[in-house]
């Protein structure tokens, strides 16, 4: 067992010697696609992380028991995933750490950590050190340094999933062999996952291949040409992203016979990094700190630019840009407006409904003030931009019970199938007409 090491602060770190020592690195699951890719990046850097994909009520109960329950339900999901997977026997607790997230902003994300090492403490695991990941400078460790190299395979990671979960939505519902599109994403999770071990197809003048490799394959999938209800989905990002967090909410929705689209992480992380932007136009700060923001930003535009021309050349519908799904809010609400998902969620809602998911399930953890405002608290306004829009929040904590939030999203489909079969019938009855039209055109003849 490696020498425990603490920082001025009695903070427990991960040191040099436990990386050496092959510690597991358990990281909690958010989103399956892009995850699986992202966790060989890591491992090409020479850590030795694992990716819990562990479910059911369990996991939640675990959470409770060492995180008060009035804490975000995210927070409780995870902490309870990370603590359940060290009481499970399967690890040496002497060689266990854990990887969490940390964005160092207001909302919850900031705090994980903490409520995460006074859980531990109570479980009496306090020898297990936590590793924040973040790219504000909150917390270091010796034995964890996140890299160039690193950062690069990480956003390549994530340009990957995105597209990967787009162009399997709008191929899934529709495959007339059924199982296709999702074999076809295990496929190349698995080839990307070896690529990045091997320190492969991350540079950007192999992401615009790949990325055009993937279109093609998935538009060879046989389709049929039915008509679905298209449903897009919003809110907090672990609660609309994870199964554990939403209740299995996408394959719901695909059972309902729904199309679905997630936005795609990408316009998150371009949010983030504008937010900094946004800040020193605001309130002043650093013109150095500026421009780092404003290349950074640029580099995720340039990915945008490959995702959407790979998309677009195949036949699927392209993400917007986020620099048009920024330009929806305008009027609308504030840039100041930027907890947790802040004006993004709204500006997401209004994108969804622009593109033909006017049928919207906001999802948000119970008593999530910032998904309130941006997310309920901005569905009126929604609806007077664009009448179409057809949105259900829905609330998702510990107490909630599955069957109410999914009769409310019955409720949401039955309004929207009534509005599919109207445009059926429209352009089924103007067909006709036109043969009609036809027809008496050629009598006259």
Known sequence: MAKLVYDKDGRLMYTKEMNDEGYKILVPMMMPVHFGILMDAFRHEGYNVELLDTDGPEIAQTGLKYVHNDTCYPAILVIGQLINALES????????????TQTGGGCRASNYIHLLR??????????I?????????????????ISLPLIRRVIA??????????VRNQTK??????????ALVLKWQNKLAKDFNEGKNYRFKDMSRILDEICLEFSQIKKTDEKKIRVGVVGEIYVKYARLGNNDLEQFLYDQGCEVCLPGVMGFAAFKIDNRIEDIKLYGGSKAKKKVCELMLDYVSKTEDMMIASTTKYGFQPPSKYAH???????VIGFGSKMGEGWLLTAEMLELAETGF???????????????INGKGMIRRIKEINPKANIVAIDYD??????????????????AREELDKRVSVKADSKKSKKVDRRKILQNK
């Not at 006074?118 to 020898?127: D, F, M, R, S, Y």
């Not at 050190?129 to 340094?145: A, M, T, Y």
């Not at 990671?157 to 787009?166: K, P, Q, R």
């Not at 799904?325 to 009027?331: A, E, N, R, V």
Request: aromatic share 6%; with cysteine.
């Open 118 to 127: 006074k859980g531990l403490k109570k479980a009496g695991l306090e020898q």
């Open 358 to 372: 006017e049928n919207i399930v906001c999802t948000q953890p119970f008593g999530c003030l910032p998904n309130h």
């Open 325 to 331: 799904t920024k330009s929806l809010i305008d009027g």
């Open 129 to 145: 050190p936590v590793i924040s990941l973040n790219l504000s400078g909150l917390e270091k460790n010796p034995g964890f340094k």
């Open 89 to 100: 026997g399967k690890y040496d607790l002497n060689k266990t750490a854990l990887m969490i």
């Open 173 to 182: 519902p529709y495959e007339v062999n059924k199982g296709e599109a999702d």
């Open 157 to 166: 990671g994530l340009v990957y999933g995105d597209v990967l979960m787009s």
């Open 398 to 415: 510990p107490g909630a019970p599955r069957v109410n939030q999914e009769n409310r999203i019955k409720l949401m489909l039955a309004v």
